[in-house]
């Protein structure tokens, strides 16, 4: 999810992991049966990264920013993983400033380090794929 002003940020980086999916203006129900076919869900702090918490079938990675983690991070299912800097304004709750040094610290490497150790810990559940070839 994001705002119009990201769709481009969000596509790039959606068709640059493989098997990843982009879902935007998803029923609640939808998106809950959605994220339950996942095996790790990276996600800020928001209300589908509660819904796989309720859930609890995806691992998640859940990245805060301005908000504070200790407070809104979940709390049900064992799998989760909370990338959070703990600088000194926040947690401030506004949705724009002029630094964002909450978010602009957090790396994509971070990110994947964390989608690492999950997978080591064998989250993940062996899946059969079905490839669809275009016939010429």
């Known amino acids: 999810c994001g705002t119009s002003d990201?769709?481009?940020?969000?596509?790039?980086?959606?068709?640059?992991?493989?098997?990843?999916?982009?879902?935007?203006?998803?029923?609640?129900?939808?998106?809950?049966?959605?994220?339950g076919l996942c095996d790790i869900m990276i996600t800020n702090d928001t209300g589908p990264m509660h819904l796989a918490a309720a859930a609890e079938r995806p691992a998640i990675v859940a990245i805060f920013g301005p908000e504070n983690p200790d407070r809104y991070s979940p709390r049900r299912g064992r799998r989760v993983t909370v990338i959070s800097d703990r600088v000194d304004c926040a947690p401030c709750v506004l949705y724009s400033c002029d630094d964002m040094r909450c978010l602009s610290g957090i790396g994509v490497d971070r990110v994947i380090s964390a989608v690492d150790a999950l997978t080591a810990e064998g989250v993940t559940r062996a899946r059969r794929t079905r490839r669809v070839e275009e016939e010429t």
């Open 6 to 35: 990201e769709m481009d940020v969000l596509s790039r980086v959606a068709h640059s992991i493989p098997g990843a999916s982009l879902l935007l203006d998803v029923p609640p129900r939808v998106l809950f049966e959605v994220i």
